[in-house]
C-alpha cells in the first residue's frame, strides 16, 4: 500500500489516523485496511465505492452488536418475559419485509 493510498484513505475517514493514538495501527485497523485494499484493487472500486461499502459494514457491525447487547437483556429477564419476547419476535417473522418494523 502507498503512503498517498494511507493518506487518502485516513482523509476519508475509512481509517483512524495513526496519530490519534500511541501505536500506529492494531489488528483491526490492519485488517481494515486489507479489506480497503482488496475493495480497491480486487473490485476496482473508487473511493466513492469504498466509502459506501464500509459505511454499510460498519454499519453491520453496529447492528450485530446492538443484536448481542439485545439478547444479554433478554436472556437476563425472567422465563416469562423472555417467552413473551421470543414469541412476539417470532412472530413478526411472518410479516411483510415492506411493512416495516
Request: charged residues 30%.
Amino acid at each position: 500500500m502507498s503512503a498517498d493510498r494511507l493518506r487518502c484513505w485516513i482523509d476519508e475517514g475509512f481509517v483512524r489516523s495513526a496519530d490519534d493514538r500511541e501505536e500506529r495501527f492494531d489488528a483491526a485497523d490492519i485488517a481494515r485496511l486489507e479489506f480497503l485494499c482488496d475493495l480497491a484493487d480486487d473490485f476496482d472500486l473508487t473511493t466513492e465505492g469504498i466509502g459506501i461499502v464500509i459505511s454499510l459494514m460498519d454499519q453491520i457491525h453496529t447492528l450485530r452488536n446492538q443484536l448481542l447487547r439485545l439478547g444479554k437483556a433478554v436472556d437476563c429477564q425472567p422465563g416469562e418475559v423472555r417467552e413473551a419476547i421470543i414469541e412476539a419476535f417470532a412472530g413478526s417473522a411472518g410479516r411483510s419485509k415492506s411493512a416495516g418494523p
